[in-house]
């Protein structure tokens, strides 16, 4: 059972854009820091970006800095994922994540997280 669900992946060209979305299920995430992290084919689970319940972000993958941005409607208990500028390296699914017992805590290690959506695929070629 995901807690998240996810959607805005699929095929994109190099250079091109798409937006991520990542909808709490069953709980309200207003107070609670999101991290996103991406997985490519053989290859860890790295982390991507955490946004922070006061909405500002941690940057843990210097790859996608001023490509990626994150940003959150609590209104529609939701936060987004903005990528712009795609490189075929970013290839892979992408998960967000939270730490339900702590209210705002960012971290780069997808172990310390028990809450995850499904994950959404993002395919960057031409």
């Known amino acids: 059972q995901s807690q998240f669900v996810q959607s805005g992946g699929g095929l994109v060209q190099p250079g091109g854009s798409l937006r991520l979305s990542c909808a709490a299920s069953?709980?309200?995430?207003?107070?609670?820091?999101i991290g996103w992290f991406r997985q490519a084919p053989g290859k860890e689970r790295e982390g991507v970006l955490c946004?922070?319940?006061?909405?500002?972000?941690?940057y843990y993958a210097d790859s996608v800095k001023g490509r990626f941005t994150s940003s959150r409607d609590n209104a529609k208990n939701t936060v987004y994922l903005q990528m712009n500028s795609l490189k075929p390296e970013d290839t892979a699914v992408y998960y967000c994540?939270?730490?339900?017992?702590?209210?705002?805590?960012?971290?780069?290690?997808?172990?310390?997280?028990?809450?995850w959506g499904q994950g959404t695929q993002v395919t960057v070629s031409s």
């Open positions: 946004i922070s319940s006061s909405s500002g972000s941690t």
């Open positions: 069953g709980f309200t995430l207003d107070n609670y820091a």
């Open positions: 994540a939270t730490d339900s017992l702590f209210p705002d805590y960012c971290s780069d290690s997808y172990y310390r997280y028990d809450y």
